[in-house]
């Protein structure tokens, strides 16, 4: 694949993993179709095992790895990534829509990647019982 490529990451970089015990899943619904040309999901096999970051076992991170594979897939299709597995995105060239949705799932021990609790307002935060809020890590250590 040639081209400009979003960087390989490993979802454990913001946090700090026992790359055996506790693994961040990642799962990618697909609204639309997508291939090469519009951007689709690059993964590297078998860098979970390896308990390196991309940036410490590769040179540029937006370059190709020559293990890598583009998961092309069609609307209504899943992908579920162990978070430690290297993955990134590709550009997409094809001007073409490209939607997913994306999940990810850690143990609550862990920091979110997205802090629920800074985005709920107050009248909202009151609406919601303790296992909901438990849910959004947005309990202030309550539960």
Same mark, same amino acid.
């Given at each position: 694949?040639?081209?400009?490529?979003?960087?390989?990451?490993?979802?454990?970089?913001?946090?700090?993993?026992?790359?055996?015990?506790?693994?961040?899943?990642?799962?990618?619904?697909?609204?639309?179709?997508?291939?090469?040309?519009?951007?689709?999901?690059?993964?590297?096999?078998?860098?979970?095992?390896?308990?390196?970051?991309?940036?410490?076992?590769?040179?540029?991170?937006?370059?190709?790895?020559?293990?890598?594979?583009? %998961?092309? /897939? *069609?609307? $209504?299709?899943?992908? @579920?990534?162990?978070?430690?597995?290297?993955? !990134?995105?590709?550009?997409?060239?094809?001007?073409?829509?490209?939607?997913?949705?994306?999940?990810?799932?850690?143990?609550?021990?862990?920091?979110?990647?997205?802090?629920?609790?800074?985005?709920?307002?107050?009248? %909202?935060? /009151? *609406?919601? $019982?303790?296992?909901? @809020?438990?849910?959004?890590?947005?309990?202030? !250590?309550?539960?």
């Amino acid at each position: 694949m040639s081209g400009i490529l979003a960087v390989l990451v490993d979802d454990a970089v913001q946090l700090e993993f026992d790359h055996a015990k506790q693994v961040p899943q990642r799962q990618l619904a697909y609204l639309d179709d997508m291939d090469a040309r519009n951007g689709a999901t690059r993964v590297v096999p078998g860098t979970h095992t390896t308990g390196t970051l991309p940036q410490e076992g590769m040179e540029d991170i937006r370059a190709d790895h020559p293990d890598q594979v583009v %998961v092309e /897939a *069609r609307a $209504g299709d899943a992908l @579920l990534v162990n978070g430690h597995v290297w993955h !990134g995105g590709t550009v997409n060239t094809s001007g073409e829509r490209r939607s997913l949705i994306q999940c990810y799932y850690v143990h609550s021990a862990h920091a979110p990647q997205q802090y629920q609790e800074l985005q709920l307002r107050d009248e %909202v935060r /009151a *609406r919601l $019982g303790p296992r909901a @809020l438990a849910l959004l890590n947005a309990d202030r !250590g309550t539960a």
